[in-house]
């Protein structure tokens, strides 16, 4: 993510990290208002801004899901796993 950052969205759209709410830095209230005024003011870039944030937070959670994915196939896995142990302790003990 922070590669398609870097390489296709930053150099396109600098005004973007003042309309992110992913990018963690924070602004004093004026420099906040007046980035808002720019992006309401402007319908090309408030409609940009609505497709930008939409591409990253499908990329977000794109890769959320492959980490829940993951922790839930594991999950099942040692839950099998440790039913099988108990059944055959259980057998032979």
Sequence with gaps: ???????????????????NFMMF??????????????????????????FRTGYMINLYNGHKYKLLSLSYSIFLVSFASVI???VIG???F
């Design 84 to 86: 099988l142990l108990f």
């Design 25 to 50: 830095s924070y602004h004093s209230l004026d420099e906040y208002e007046e980035a808002m005024n720019e992006v309401v003011n402007g319908q090309e870039l408030h409609i940009g801004n609505q």
């Design 90 to 92: 259980l057998i032979f």
């Design 1 to 19: 993510m922070k590669k398609v950052w870097d390489k296709e969205i930053k150099p396109k759209y600098s005004e973007l990290k003042y309309n």
